[in-house]
Every structure is written in structure tokens, then in C-alpha cells.
């Protein structure tokens, strides 16, 4: 594979309003980090909640901006935490932010909100193709993607329909570039006999997959 900036391989654009103020999250070599979230509409008349991860160099962390319109930039990054933290068998998610901007005015009124990612990477396990009880087909892909420093992160994609088809022909290791939009989902687990907690999950609904043979594998 041709040699590319690693940001080309994830990317992330959106537009959204601010769900809660920005909390502290962790300081890095002097610099701070803040958590927040996003809230982006579905065509469906349901809101995606995506967790975000933004530098104070990006953003006054004084100011509020609950409620407020923001476009960004940024990657959606996977994090190795303690096992009792994953959701489903997934690492925790949120998207590192590069690029951020406070709509005002006429240009938060006019701005449409947007949810897009374009990926690039390898399937670090097989896909796995069902029907849902609907009669729905999906396939469900986890893509390693290659992050700066020799780290990766672990997206996974959901496809369905005819890209469910197409994608559960897909081999471990295999290359895929894929376009879509950053999901939230909310299910109850089960943690005792008589209760659950509400937790959330994170995937890429793919609206676009390519699959191509990579000329240095093996």
C-alpha cells in the first residue's frame, strides 16, 4: 500500500450541537484534555450521541457552550481500557478532535448537521453475517486502522443490504476503505438476575464499502 499522512486513513467531519459543558478528562506531556458530547439528528428523527475528545488548545474551557452548534474535525479513536469497561466486547470510542469551530449567527442556523467517516484498513477478525428478525441482512466488520506512533484503533462497521452481501465475502486481513456515519446505539445489559443498566455502544453504519487486493500482502 502507498504510503499515506495516517489522518487520511480516518476521518471525521461533523456538525452538531454540544450536549453538556466539556468535562476534564486527562493531561498529556502539559497538555489538557476535555470530554463532551456531540448530538447529530438521524434522517429517522433520532440523535446520534457521540463522545468527543478535545484539546484546551482548541477551545476557551472557561467559556459554556452547552446547546451550542460546532463543526469539527477529527478521527474517531479506540482506547485500551480495563476489560469490565468494554461494551459488548468493544473498546471505549470517542472522537479525537483536530479541528473545531463555533457556529454563530446565520451560519448556525443555516448549517445542516452532518455525520460523516471515511476509513481505511484491515479486518482484524471475520465478518459475521446474519438476519435480523425483520428480514433484514447485515454484516458486521471490525477494521483495524493504523493511527500514528504504531498504534491502531478498532472500528467496528455494520453494512447492510446489499453491501451485507457483498461484505461477508471478506476474508480476515483483507483491505477496505469504507464511507458512512458514526452511530450511537443504547441496550440493556443484564447484570444480575433481577436488573440491567442502560450502556451504549458505537459503530459505523457503512453506506459505501471497497474491497481491494493489496499487491504487498504477503
Not at 161 to 172: I, Q, T
Request: charged share 30%.
Amino acid at each position: 500500500m502507498r504510503e499515506k499522512d495516517q489522518h487520511t486513513l480516518n476521518q471525521v467531519s461533523m456538525v452538531g450541537r454540544v450536549d453538556k459543558e466539556f468535562n476534564f478528562s486527562h493531561e498529556c506531556f502539559g497538555e489538557d484534555f476535555y470530554k463532551a458530547t456531540i448530538l447529530v439528528d438521524r434522517l429517522n428523527d433520532t440523535r446520534d450521541r457521540i463522545p468527543l475528545m478535545v484539546s484546551d488548545r482548541l477551545l476557551d474551557m472557561d467559556s459554556c457552550y452547552a446547546g451550542r452548534k460546532i463543526a469539527l474535525e477529527g478521527e474517531l479513536r479506540s482506547y485500551s481500557q480495563h476489560t469490565s469497561e468494554k461494551v459488548e466486547g468493544r473498546p471505549p470510542m470517542s472522537v479525537f478532535v483536530h479541528n473545531i469551530r463555533l457556529l454563530n449567527g446565520k451560519e448556525e442556523k443555516k448549517a445542516k448537521e452532518e455525520d460523516l467517516i471515511n476509513i481505511e484498513g484491515f479486518l482484524c477478525k471475520p465478518p459475521v453475517y446474519r438476519v435480523t428478525p425483520l428480514g433484514r441482512e447485515l454484516t458486521q466488520l471490525m477494521v483495524s486502522v493504523t493511527r500514528n506512533y504504531g498504534k491502531n484503533d478498532y472500528i467496528p462497521c455494520i453494512c447492510w443490504g446489499r453491501n451485507a452481501r457483498f461484505a461477508a465475502h471478506f476474508s480476515l486481513g483483507d483491505r477496505v476503505s469504507i464511507q458512512g456515519r458514526i452511530q450511537s446505539r443504547d441496550y440493556l445489559r443484564r447484570t444480575s438476575e433481577n436488573s440491567t443498566e442502560k450502556k451504549t455502544t458505537y459503530e459505523v453504519s457503512v453506506k459505501r464499502v471497497a474491497h481491494f487486493k493489496d499487491n504487498n500482502k504477503n
